[in-house]
């Protein structure tokens, strides 16, 4: 028998599940787009992955990761729940231990993390806008009638990159819009844009940043190689996009999920036969002061298993 | 006359007595809301930052209330929230709403202008100078006490053992001070209240991370516009102290006060130029912070805030020199705390791993 371990990352975009086993080698992975949706798109993953595991796998431990970590927890039964930026960071110093610099470009954030001597020492997250990550380049390819597949493919054919504005995304579109109405090619607007985003990146998460080589660039984004080429010619270095970019968040708390269960001796895995569960939230507003929470609670079938969202902790429940 | 004033952390409850006691009716603002929110939202400036918005939102709340004067401050120099209660002004003329809005600018900065203000305020309460005296003295008193419980609150949370019970208790004793209406009762109700908050269940064998909070002071004062951030830390198990309290300037258990002059520190990475708001402090703070060995530090700034992105780009030097990480929160309408929670999350990550790396480094010098 084989120990795997599972690693769950509920993003706003895609929902990533992977397998991982002692070694650190993956051994399945699933990568689902959320659509709104993370308790049923969870528990649809977690069925696929186990039915793509080999039969002499076992999961001997989970975690959970990505902004719906803590709902996640409960469906999954994870033995720990991690934050992203640190699940990035523990699965790039595992795949190379001398990563000094993480960039990492998800569906609705973006992130860059300075590690040295494999301990982050400094990272930064987009705060209020959204220019600049993977739902902006979606929504620019579908408005350009570009499969978002072939985005980095368009730009690598591009000769002269336009310039296009990239504080803002929605100067950015109104931009991108006037050069298209001008005539610059589909190529040199797609590999602009391109440019616009690292532009953007660079000076809003990566100000102040001190950034060194290896720089391993992640995330989903990450398959667009006019990006990837945009970043190298930004930054005068080579980036290294590792394998398994698209599910690099999902492979740390696998990591995370093997120290976790080793540490605890056991796990709170509750397999993958879940989907026929009906888990449901419900929420309701508190009436006891002015403050008015807004209550949420979490069913698996008629059970109530956690309560969260009061600020004095009075309704606060968890039962796993 | 019905009077009222912007929402800034507890210091309502002073605020309140202090309106009261002078002889007006108070009206107490809302604990700023979504709903504050989206009145300020919807009448501001696109571009205003945070602080502006929700103040426009509360004195439209208050308005509606009955408000007819709403006191506030002033300020000088280049951050343009000197120039907010003007735009309030206008805004709230515009809207009919009748509240005249009274600033208090500095006071070495204009002086009889700040009297005359003040003596308006008595005048019209139908107060003499000296009960105004000592109205202004326990309502200082009030502040103080206020202050006092608040900060010991953030001391004892990340040691509770019970989610929640040290800010239950906070409540309870602010609503102690509440009730007090002289010296005597604000002592006796401080010393309850404090005695309440160390009564809480605690675990003393946990060694928490020290975070200090720094920024702009409104969002730096005002728990519902950063999202609750000291108590949310506090239940992370860290132990915040943050620069501004109302009344740092006269105590000496904070790290930051007049003991230290923030503008000297700052100095070297500064120069002359003065970047207004409280921009210079921030760098000041950081570095106070540094020395008094706290882990790290959390910059609070409503977006495009430009005191404070000029502070965020110098902080980078700051924290290199002092070795001592600095996390920059940005605040705009958002209101989803997950953001926020997960940086600080990887935040306290860090802080740990830091710390468990300078243990090891010093017990490896020790073996040699």
Redesign the interface.
Known sequence: MIKGYLGVDVGSVSTNLVVIDDQDQLLVEQYLRTNGKPIQTVQEGLHAIGQELPADVKIAGAATTG?ARYLTSLIVGADIV?????AHAIASSALAEDVKTIIEIGGQ?SKIIILRDG???????N??CAAGTGSFLDQQASRLLIPIEEFGNYALKAKNPVRIAGRCAVFAESDMVHKQQLGYNTEDIVAGLCEALVRNYMNNVG???EILAPVMFQGGVAANQGLVRAFNKYLGLEVIVPQHYGVMGAIGAAILARDASRKKGKTSFKGFNIQEINFKTSSFECKGC???CEVVQFYENSELLARWG?????W?LHVV | MKISFPHMGYSYLALKWLVENTGHECIVPPEPSSRTLDLGVRHAPEFACIPFKILMGTYLEVAEKGAEVILTSGGMGPCRAGLYWVMHQYILDELNTGVKVIAFEPPLCDLKDFIKKLRWVRRTGGLSVKEFVQVLRITWEKIKAIDEVEILSHEIRPYETNRGETTRKLWQALEMLDKANNEAEIQDAMQEGLKLLRDVAQDRSRNPLKIGIIGEIYVVLEPAANHYIQIMLGEMGVQTDRSIYLTSYTRKNTIVNLEGDVFQIAKPYLGEAPIGGHGANSIGETILYARHGFDGVVQLAPFACIPEIVAKSIIPAVSKDYGIPVLTLFIDEQTGKAGVQTRLEAFVDLLEKRREVKAKRGIERLVI
């Open positions: 902004s991690k934050n992203e930026i640190t954030d301990v982050v020492t400094d990272f930064a997250m705060t209020v100000k102040g940043k002015s403050n008015a009061d600020r004095c902790g009075k606060e």
